[in-house]
């Protein structure tokens, strides 16, 4: 589970402070696909990226699975990345230079995965998204919604309880979001808890719960049946 | 992160950016290079000379040093590390000697011990007439004279032979023997030093000595040399103006090193800055994927640490061979010296750990400044 409470994130923008995360309060349930809409400037990347620990709160707790992330040193965030999260960006990070099967390998590496396993589960992972054939190529040579699944198998390679992934469709036409999507709910279906960054309604309603943000704050969190625009 | 994953992503990192770890290797390899180059060249050129100011001593065991001193500060230069000091007499006075009121400037004087090598020549198979030289009459005023010279001046035992010093004292001595003086070598008259130094000394002269030092390892002269003239005493040697011609040499190449390794700094300094610029998203990547900023730094560690021990190879390989033309060089000016291969190790080994200092040092401000800032942020500018 993850409680997030009192959560406030504020960045200096020239001389301006800008409010992108206000007081934020909310619990997401384990196995839960939850999206977080809103326009751009709501503060919907900031809150998914102080779930993720790649940012850190000005105040309030981020609680996962009982622990207080806010409260753990560098050496424990990395730790809880590793082991609690995978992450899907719209400007996918991947290595432009390393080919599929290497991008893939990375998230092994990291967590120290014996080489003879390594192999196994990245082939196994490519099939999940359906790149087993690509696993030699370049990504600079792959097309965008190939890249996607690329991110989306390194997220998941390391069976990460959370997945974070904002705006995944948002360089990508209808077909490849509507196989993102597809993808997205097959990880919800084998367990995963899913928070989904969108300001695209239709991938919204994927989720089972919509919370939409404006100026940092929550002003509505509902079931996605309930949700209308 | 264990090592061995680190140095697996040094490798990846090494085949993906081949291009930007070459250049950096240039860079370091030209710069490396040219400061070895400089450092090989000098220490070269500096033992070649050395060991030719070596090859040209009469004796061969090392350089002859000649310096005029009072003996009364003879301690004061105990501690300088001469491999032999030899005494070769007093300094000419000025002074002349005179018999009958004749000028005796074309004759040769010899001041000698009861005991020194040239009086027991002087005695040795010859026939002397009158008093010999002994400890006990050494401060008398005595004077020996060849038979040759008596001859040629009329002297007999007995007679007096007088010494004017330039302030106008006059010394008289006394004809104490005349001995035979077949061998040429032998000089004209005989004095004895105690008797000599002791009217020196009336005269209100300070005994100045000529001294010969002998230094095994000529390097250590230049250092000597201001020693002495600290103390007011001029050295010199015969090949003074060789030793300053590359002195000066010495300075400008060793300059010309500093100046060098201070770039090598900044270009290893500014190498890595480069580096860490250049991957710093892969780097965040690497975070937001959960390695620590320490695994991320380690990988960009290891691969430096490779490139600046191979630009130190490469380096020490170039440098060896520009040095061959030095030789070819310094050979074709001075023919007749041999030319000393200097050892560099030592040069290769200091410049290895200061550069590994300088990556540590970088790697840990680098790190600082990586756990300040947000991986979204940079992920986002990426």
Redesign the interface.
Known sequence: MIVLDNVCRTFRIGEELVKAVDHISLKINDNEFVAVVGRSGSGK??LM?LI?A???VDSGSIIVNGTDITKLN??DL??Y???STG?I?Q?F?L?P??TVY?NVR??L????IPPRLQKEKVINVLKKVGLESKNGVKVSKLSGGERQRVAIA?AIV?DAPIILADEPCGNLDSLNSGLIMDLLKTLHKYGKTIILVTHNINDAKCADRIIELKDGRVIRDEASDLFSI | MKLQTCFQFSLKELRSNRLLFALCSLLLVSIISTGLFIAYSDESIMKSFYNYTLKFNESGTGLYIYFDMPYEMLSLIDDQPFDQLYFNGDSDYGSHYSFKENSLEDYEFWIVDVNSEAYLRMKEGQKTEGVELTEDNSLNNYIWVSKQTSESIGCEIGDVISKCMPNGRTFEYEVAGIYSDENEHYSDFYISSARFFYDINEAGYTRVAHFTAVLANPEKYNHIKNVLKARHVSAWTDYDEEFDMLALIDVMLKSLFVIVMISAMFVVYNIEKIIFRNRLSFIMRLKMLGATTGNAVSIYLIIMECILCLSFVFSFILSFLFSLYVKRIVEFVIPEIEFVTANIGKYVLAGCVICTAILFLVMHIFKTKVDRQSISQVLQDG
Do not use: V
Not at chain 1, 109 to 112: E, K, L, Q, V
């Open positions: 990347s900031t990226n993720g790649l940012d850190h560098n050496r990395a730790e990345r590793l082991k992450f960006f400007a990070h290595e230079l390393y290497d990375i998230a590496m990291i967590a120290d390194r390391n």
